[in-house]
């Protein structure tokens, strides 16, 4: 498979802990996005790199969260003292470049619950 | 007031049904119009892109866009079982994809 891959696909914590996603783009996309979905939303946007510079992120990635794409390659997604507002899906997509009818491909979501 | 408007449905239309999908945006600065279906538990998929105002068509499904009234369309002609999905609608401003703004979906549902 060498979509977009995403680990784990699912993943129930405890109010506190912290928490780690691993996304693994298309091999040769040099853009990797973070996306989060609630239920009945569509995704909002968290943070984007190019290679490995964080170039964008949104006002609703929190203190408690922070990303890093080392080496430009695969990228990882950590929530620190996760509360329950953190329920959702984060979803990860990878482009090459990001020129006109760039497409960003999907990975298949990590759904947190957090109780 | 939302940037974009989407209504979240559920549509259910029966097998070979013409589906119209509709969204409203507030933003004059987007340009790239998109749509996304998604199946349930499984990330959006990328169905027609289009830059600024006109039609575009592929196979079954036809994207309309009408800056003047910031309003988009999908249709989806003779629709099937498989269609069944949520569609998303998506624009942004820029080729940069980070600013894509997406409606919140519409959950279909195409009888056999």
Redesign the interface.
Known sequence: DTG?SQDPRHKITKRGQNVTFRCDPISEHN?L?WYRQTL??????LT?FQNEAQ??KSRLLSDRFSAERPKGSFSTLEIQRTEQGDSAMY?C?S?LG????????????TRLTVV | QKE?E?D?GPLSVPEGAIVSLNCTYSNSAFQ?FMWYRQYS??????LM?T?SSGNKEDGRFTAQVDKSSKYISLFIRDSQPSDSATY?C?MSPN???????????TRLFVKA
């Open positions: 977009v853009r996005y009945g939303q569509g995704p909002e946007f984007y170039l964008e979803l997509a482009s990001g020129g006109v009818n760039t497409e960003a491909f999907f990975g298949q979501g | 974009v989407q979240p790239y538990r499984k990330g959006p998929e990328l892109y830059y998303l998506a080729t940069g994809g980070f600013k894509t703004i997406f409606g919140a979906g």
